[in-house]
C-alpha cells in the first residue's frame, strides 16, 4: 500500500478510546471505542473487552448510536453501562459471558453515572428531575401502561409537546440559564437507587429517589460498608456559577425514607469527584480554589472519613491535578497532570507529614487523559503520541507496558507523517517557552515555506505532540506544505501557577512568548516572511484578532470561536466569572481596562484578510462575538468572511458534527492557500 500524506477526509477514520475500566480480577479492561459515523454524520461509541494479558479482544455492546461509561459488578460477572439507543439514555446490564443487554431503568429523562454497591446488590445514579416531578413521584402518580405502540408513541409525541410548552416562554432567574448548545431545563441532578434483578426474568423494579431539593447532586461514589454514598452538592442554589462550588457530602442509604446529606467540607473552596480508599479510611477529593479558581492548580486532598480538615497533598509539587485514583493499598494515590508538554500520571505516596509525589513515566513524551487501576496497582490508561492520537495500554507492576488496543496503527503503515521538533527558547523578558515545529513531510532546508502559527485556547490549557483534539490539524496542515507552530505561551497550563497566572488581567501580555517563537523560526532561514498566517479557537481565536491588529508580519488569519469583546462576554456567556477571576471585576468596574483588552477595541488596525469560524449555538462565546468583528472589518473593506455552523456549540472543532469538523478545516486550509499559499496549493 502506498504512503500518503494526510488529509482532511482522514478525520473519518480517525477513531479514539475513552473511560478504560479495569475489571475486580485485573483480567480485562472495559473501555469505550469511539467510531467516525461518516454516512450518519456521528460518533458511535461501543463498549469492549481487552484482555489485560494482551491476547484478545472483543467486542461487547454494538454501539448503534452511543454506549458509554462501563462499570463492572462487584464480582467482576456483568458490567452496567450508559446507552442511548431507546430515547434518553438509559441504564443497561450486559453479562461478561455475552448475550443481550437489558435495560434497567426507564427514568422519563434518562439516567447516567451508574455507580454498584459493594454487596452487588443495587447500582446508584443520577437522573433529572423538577420540584412537579419529584412531587408526582412522592405520590406515585404513575399512568397506566399504554395498551399498544401507537398509544406509547402518541405519549412519547404528547410528553415532547408539553415539554417544549413548558419552557415557552422561558423564564430566566438565574446564571448561567444556558450551556453547550441548550438552555437550562430547571432540572436538578437526583441520586436514585434501583435493585439488581437476580436473573433476565427478573424485573428490576421501580427506581427509589434517595435525595430531595433543589440543589443538584454530582455522581455517586459508594462507600465501603455500603451503608452510605459520597457525591457532591452545590453551596448555594443561587450562587449564579458555572464554576461548581461543590461541597463533598455522604448521603445515608436508608430502608425506604431519604436521608439529608451530611456536609463533610465547610470552606469556600469547591470539591470535585470524591474517592474512597479501599479500606474505608479516607476520602480523596479535588479541591479548586474560591476565589482565583483559573490561577491556582487544582490539589488533590486527604479527608479522614469522619470527616476532619482537608490535608492538602499534593500544593507542593506545584501540579493541576486531572484524575485520580487509590492503589488497593489504601496508601498510594495515582493521578494525572500536565507538565512541560506531558500529561502524565504521578504517583502520590500518603507518607507522614508532605506526601511523596513522582512522575510515574518520566519525560514520556505522552498525553494520557485517562487511567484505571487493578487490583495489584496495574495501570490501564489512555494516552496520545507525536504518532498517534489514542490509543489503550496497560502498565504492569514491573514497570512493562504492553499496548492493549491499536487504533491507530494504520496511522504508521499508510500515512508520512510530519515530525515533532520541540523548541525551548526564551522570551523578551527571559522567561523560557516551550514549542514545537513541524516541517512539512517532504521540506528542503534548501528552500523556503510559508509558515502557519496555531494558538490555543484557555487561557489555561497546555498543548503538546499528544493532544488529541488538535493531532489532526497540525498533521493535516503540516501535510499542506506549511511549517506548522505552536506553543503553550504564559497562561497555559502544566508549567506551574506563577506561569499559568501570567495574564491575569493582561491576556495580549501573551502574544510576546508567540511572536519571540516565530522569530526563532524566521532566523533559521526556512520561513517564508511575507507568508505567515495565524490561527486560533476560543482564547486562540482571540489572540488570533489581538495580534493581526498589534503586528504586522501576517499575511492573514483565521480565527475561530474567539472572545473579541470582554465587556459584552460578561452577561452573554455561560462563564461569566472568567472575567471577574481573570480581570478582578465585573465590566462595570473594570470598563476601560476590559475595552483595552478587548481585540474588537484595536480591530481597526486589522489590514489584512480574517476568516471567522463561530458556532451559532455557542452559549460559552456567543456568535455576537464573530458578528462585532466581522461588522468592523466589513465596514472597513478588509477582505473578511464569516462562517457560521448551526447546531453546534463551542466545542464544534472538538465534539462536532464530523461533517462540520471537516468544512471548518477544510475552510481554514482553503483561506490559507488564497492569502498564504504555498508551492503545493493551487
Request: charged residues 25%.
Amino acid at each position: 500500500m502506498p504512503v500518503t500524506l494526510f488529509e482532511i477526509d482522514d478525520l473519518y477514520r480517525l477513531g479514539w478510546v475513552e473511560d478504560p475500566a479495569v475489571s475486580p480480577d485485573g483480567r480485562w479492561v472495559a473501555y469505550v471505542r469511539v467510531s467516525v459515523d461518516r454516512m450518519g454524520n456521528r460518533y458511535r461509541r461501543a463498549i469492549w473487552l481487552a484482555a489485560a494479558d494482551g491476547t484478545q479482544q472483543r467486542k461487547l455492546t454494538i454501539g448503534t448510536k452511543a454506549d458509554f461509561a462501563p462499570r463492572w459488578s462487584p464480582d467482576g460477572t456483568q458490567l452496567a453501562f450508559v446507552s442511548n439507543r431507546d430515547e434518553k439514555p438509559q441504564i443497561y446490564l450486559i453479562d461478561l459471558a455475552g448475550g443481550e443487554a437489558r435495560c434497567l431503568t426507564s427514568h422519563p429523562q434518562g439516567a447516567s453515572d451508574p455507580a454498584w454497591s459493594p454487596d452487588g446488590r443495587q447500582i446508584a445514579f443520577l437522573a433529572s428531575t423538577t420540584s412537579e416531578e419529584r412531587a408526582a413521584e412522592d405520590a406515585s402518580e404513575q399512568p397506566p401502561a399504554p395498551a399498544d405502540e401507537l398509544e406509547q408513541r402518541h405519549r412519547h409525541e404528547r410528553a415532547a409537546c408539553e415539554e417544549e410548552l413548558r419552557m415557552d416562554p422561558r423564564v430566566i432567574e438565574r446564571m448561567p440559564y444556558r450551556t453547550g448548545t441548550t438552555y437550562d431545563d430547571q432540572r436538578r441532578a437526583h441520586m436514585y437507587l434501583i435493585d439488581v434483578p437476580a436473573d433476565h426474568l427478573t424485573d428490576p423494579g421501580t427506581a427509589r429517589r434517595i435525595t430531595d431539593g433543589d440543589l443538584g447532586f454530582g455522581q455517586p461514589v459508594w462507600e465501603v460498608d455500603g451503608r452510605s454514598i459520597l457525591s457532591t452538592c452545590g453551596r448555594d442554589i443561587d450562587a449564579d456559577t458555572l464554576f461548581g462550588f461543590d461541597d463533598i457530602v455522604r448521603i445515608p442509604v436508608l430502608p425506604q425514607e431519604r436521608a439529608v446529606p451530611i456536609r463533610l467540607t465547610h470552606s469556600a473552596d469547591s470539591y470535585m469527584v470524591p474517592q474512597v480508599s479501599p479500606d474505608g479510611r479516607w476520602i480523596s477529593a479535588l479541591r479548586r480554589n474560591a476565589q482565583r479558581p483559573l490561577a491556582h492548580a487544582t490539589e488533590l486532598v486527604l479527608i479522614p472519613s469522619g470527616g476532619g480538615e482537608p490535608r492538602p497533598l499534593t500544593a507542593h509539587a506545584d501540579l493541576d491535578i486531572e484524575e485520580h485514583r487509590w492503589a488497593a493499598n489504601s496508601d498510594t494515590i495515582f493521578c494525572t497532570a500536565p507538565a512541560w508538554g506531558d500529561q502524565t500520571i504521578y504517583r502520590v505516596a500518603l507518607t507522614p507529614g508532605k506526601a511523596s509525589v513522582e512522575a510515574v513515566f518520566p519525560a514520556a513524551q505522552r498525553y494520557i487523559t485517562e487511567l484505571s487501576l487493578g487490583p495489584d496497582t496495574s495501570i490501564a490508561f489512555v494516552a496520545g503520541s507525536a504518532t498517534n492520537p489514542s490509543d489503550l495500554f496497560l502498565r504492569r507492576v514491573d514497570g512493562s507496558e504492553l499496548q492493549l488496543t491499536h487504533i491507530g496503527d494504520w496511522i504508521i503503515a499508510e500515512k508520512k507523517l510530519a515530525t515533532f521538533e520541540e523548541l525551548r527558547y526564551t522570551a523578551p523578558d527571559g522567561s523560557t517557552v516551550q514549542g514545537w515545529v513541524l516541517y512539512p513531510p517532504d521540506f528542503s532546508p534548501e528552500r523556503t515555506a510559508p509558515l502557519v502559527v496555531h494558538i490555543h485556547g484557555g487561557p489555561h490549557l497546555m498543548w503538546s505532540p499528544g493532544y488529541r483534539g488538535m493531532w489532526h490539524e497540525f498533521q493535516t496542515t503540516a501535510a499542506r506544505g506549511y511549517i506548522t507552530f505552536f506553543c503553550n505561551p504564559r497562561g497555559s497550563e502544566g508549567y506551574g501557577e506563577t506561569w499559568r497566572d501570567g495574564v491575569h488581567a493582561d491576556w495580549g501580555c501573551a502574544s510576546a512568548d508567540i511572536l519571540a517563537g516565530i522569530d526563532l523560526l524566521t532566523a533559521r532561514g526556512h520561513v517564508d516572511t511575507a507568508r505567515i498566517a495565524v490561527t486560533g479557537g476560543s482564547y486562540g481565536g482571540y489572540m488570533t484578532a489581538w495580534l493581526l491588529a498589534h503586528d504586522t508580519r501576517f499575511a492573514c488569519g483565521v480565527a475561530a470561536r474567539g472572545v473579541y469583546d470582554l465587556t459584552s462576554f460578561y452577561g452573554t456567556s455561560d462563564a461569566h466569572e472568567l472575567i471577574e477571576f481573570e480581570f478582578d471585576g465585573a465590566p462595570w468596574e473594570q470598563h476601560d481596562l476590559l475595552w483595552a483588552q478587548s481585540p474588537l477595541a484595536h480591530a481597526h488596525r486589522i489590514n489584512v484578510p480574517l476568516c471567522i469560524l463561530h458556532a451559532e449555538l455557542d452559549w460559552r462565546v456567543p456568535i455576537a462575538q464573530a458578528e462585532q468583528l466581522f461588522s468592523n472589518l466589513r465596514r472597513r473593506k478588509i477582505p473578511v468572511e464569516l462562517i457560521r455552523y448551526p447546531r453546534e456549540g463551542h466545542e464544534l472543532t472538538r465534539a462536532g458534527e464530523p461533517n462540520h469538523r471537516a468544512d471548518h478545516m477544510r475552510r481554514t486550509l482553503e483561506w490559507f492557500g488564497r492569502y498564504c499559499p504555498t508551492d503545493s496549493v493551487e
